[in-house]
């Protein structure tokens, strides 16, 4: 890997974290991310489970985590399965951990060959009350997929009828919604990255580039500042296009009068930013532009003085729609006579801004978290607000990353140039 990952205290604090929560008596197994075939012999380049890399801090496949907290063998209580190697392995894949450089980085002194993970579990599973697995629950998820953990649980199952299997996703959503120090420290590299990457986009950008192009820059600047890559595809929208809230396809051309909307961030130690620009392409913004881009602006200014411990997000919704919808009457998109007639099922301010103002942050871009629970401390959110006006052609969102803190919150991406006169004056040089 390129990144310096986190020390292993963060690990060994995750995992007691996670042991004090389990139920008496019970074990608790997790599995690296499967290895996908992309087409032939190619496979689709690894990215560890997140829950896995937040209780172990390894990033390889064929790795299995066993947690048995309250076990009569000492040797059974804590241990990791990694992959076993070969000089011939090492020449084709080249590093791979060793049992001593993996209990280095995750903190367990028991670690194992995963060959032996089958006997071991037979042996300790008669001295268990249940079993804990990790699948994938979240909410977004548009596609199941049979991964080794549904294999697992099917043998469990047949091998053990009536062995009770419990879930261990709703643990650690309740675990990661709240962010550790040293996690906020990956958070904070992740929008430094991002910042250098749009500081050189601003630099570059001039009508007639490719989005593409452009999307070319922020990967540069990402890979040769340790980033893994990008934390998801990165958005790069020019004119009309950044009406299409999650544009991928980065194929048009940008022409002078347009606004170029990017929504990117970088993936650093497997912690993400998520930062959305809108710029000028040809380095100043028009008077409409401008009126659209300082709406959008204050709203955001508005949304994180809402987003304070205690509030719930559903409510904090609504406030952001409340200054949202005067903003859109004062730029004339929506008349007095709109918002007295709306449809409170779908409000008309809903025409140019619908979507969600915040979502939680960390591993996953849309983190494993509650977003039901009310604001507390050490909760990493986005703040987006944005305004879309396909007939003019005008899509504009902004976005910054911040943690809940006792008295309010903190900005981590605070440095990241926003005002529109500073836009301007770093572009045109």
């Excluded at 390889?60 to 040797?75: H, I, S, T």
């Excluded at 268990?128 to 991964?147: P, T």
């Excluded at 007095?336 to 449809?343: A, G």
């Amino acid at each position: 890997m390129r990144y310096i990952p986190p020390e292993a205290s963060l690990f060994i604090r995750n995992r007691q974290k996670f042991a004090q929560k389990m139920r008496p008596g019970h074990i608790a197994v997790f599995f690296s991310s499967d290895l996908a075939v992309q087409n032939a012999d190619s496979l689709h380049a690894f990215s560890q489970n997140s829950n896995t890399w937040y209780l172990t801090g390894i990033d390889q496949e064929d790795v299995v985590l066993l947690l048995f907290p309250d076990a009569p063998r000492k040797a059974w209580r804590e241990v990791l399965f990694i992959r076993k190697t070969n000089k011939m392995l090492l020449r084709m894949e080249g590093f791979k951990y060793t049992a001593d450089e993996a209990a280095k980085a995750s903190g367990i002194k028991e670690v194992r060959i995963e060959d032996q993970f089958n006997d071991l579990l037979r042996s300790a599973l008669p001295f268990a009350e249940g079993l804990y697995l990790d699948v994938n629950e979240h909410e977004g998820q548009k596609r199941h997929s049979y991964a080794r953990v549904h294999a697992f649980a099917d043998r469990i199952r047949q091998e053990y009828p009536g062995y009770p299997l419990c879930r261990a996703a709703p643990v650690l959503r309740s675990l990661r919604t709240f962010k550790e120090p040293e996690e906020l420290s990956q958070i904070r590299i992740a929008g430094s990255i991002t910042e250098k990457a749009f500081r050189r986009v601003l630099e570059f950008v001039r009508p007639g580039v490719w989005e593409f192009e452009v999307e070319a820059e922020i990967l540069h600047e990402f890979i040769r500042n340790r980033a893994t890559g990008p934390a998801f595809p990165s958005i790069v929208a020019a004119g009309g296009n950044a009406c299409t809230l999650h544009y991928v396809q980065n194929k048009a051309q940008c022409q002078a009068n347009d606004l170029l909307l990017l929504d990117f961030g970088a993936e650093y130690a497997h912690y993400g930013a998520d930062v959305s620009r809108t710029i000028p392409v040809n380095g100043r913004f028009t008077a409409r532009q401008k009126a659209i881009y300082n709406g959008v602006h204050r709203v955001l200014l508005g949304a994180k003085d809402r987003l304070v411990p205690g509030i719930l997000l559903e409510d904090y919704q609504k406030e952001v729609a409340e200054l949202m919808e005067q903003e859109l009457l004062e730029l004339g998109l929506l008349s007095s006579k709109e918002v007295r007639e709306q449809d409170p099922r779908w409000p008309a301010y809903k025409k140019y801004f619908m979507h969600g103002t915040s979502h939680h942050l960390g591993l996953d871009t849309h983190d494993l978290c509650d977003r039901f629970a009310p604001l507390a401390p050490g909760m990493v959110l986005t703040v987006e607000p944005g305004i879309y006006v396909e007939a003019e052609g005008i899509g504009i969102r902004l976005e910054n990353d911040v943690v809940i803190t006792e008295n309010g919150l903190e900005d981590l991406t605070q440095s990241i140039p926003l005002l529109a006169d500073e836009v301007e004056d770093l572009m045109m040089g």
